[in-house]
């Protein structure tokens, strides 16, 4: 076999494995659109971090629908996570720029991802952060967007993001920290939930009083 042959089959088994996987997530989220996943990435990772860990790992979960979970913590999740969430095509460039100023000024209180992005993130890949990463999560991205459409992906958002020490979801979050169930949520107890989500294990909602009060400003701001 020459080198050149080689080389072609070498990147042509590359092609037929890139091509494969992305006929995976296209399977997986026109699944996701109608079936609640049962674990995510982040999830396992938690997981299989537990097992070197100290403590008993105790997952805490129950899926709800969005129409059971309260409006005010739908929308201080949008405040805090992604203002322009609904209006914006899974990604949110003047968000960016603002996140750069922020960690300029060192007053950083948001990412600059989108709430598609993180979903994208939570469902895939893991916490850990890497360029080539980030860079195949941005290709999910549009598939994302085009394949659930924006209350999906809220939803599925809501459900399996972290808020806590084996704590996942909107649900199980208004239990573990409230003692309520997420449809009762008021604003405040919504805003101060939302402001964990940068660092959902290391902060507790109820010393969030300053983050709280932005995100109720930037709520108030989207006429909510």
């Known amino acids: 076999m020459t080198v050149r042959r080689f080389i072609s089959n070498i990147l042509l088994f590359c092609a037929v494995l890139v091509a494969g996987y992305y006929v995976f997530v296209v399977v997986a989220l ?8 049962i674990t995510t990435g982040v999830q396992t990772q938690r997981r299989i971090e537990s097992w070197f860990g100290k403590g008993k790992y105790q997952k805490r979960q129950t899926f709800m629908p969005l129409a059971k979970i309260s409006t005010h913590l739908q929308w201080a999740v949008i405040a805090a996570e992604d203002g322009r ?13 603002i996140a750069i100023k922020e960690k300029e000024e060192h007053k950083r209180t948001r990412g600059a991802s989108t709430i598609t992005q993180q979903l994208v993130k939570n469902l895939f890949f893991t916490t850990y952060q890497s360029y080539v990463r980030k860079g195949v999560e941005a290709s999910i991205v549009p598939l994302a967007e085009l394949i659930l459409g924006k209350k999906r992906i809220l939803e ?4 399996v993001i972290e808020w806590g020490p084996g704590v996942w979801g909107a649900e199980a979050a208004a239990e573990y920290h409230y003692h309520m169930p997420a449809a ?12 964990v989500l940068p660092a959902p294990r290391k902060w507790n909602p109820a010393h969030m009083n300053d983050y709280s009060a932005i995100i109720l400003q930037r709520m108030t701001q989207l006429g909510r």
Request: hydrophobic share 40%; proline share 3%; no cysteine.
């Open 156 to 159: 599925l958002y809501l459900n």
């Open 184 to 195: 009762k949520l008021g604003r405040e107890h919504a805003a101060h939930l939302a402001a």
């Open 30 to 37: 026109s699944g996701l659109k109608v079936i609640d996943p």
């Open 85 to 97: 969430f609904y209006e914006h095509n899974g990604f949110e460039w003047s968000q960016i720029e």
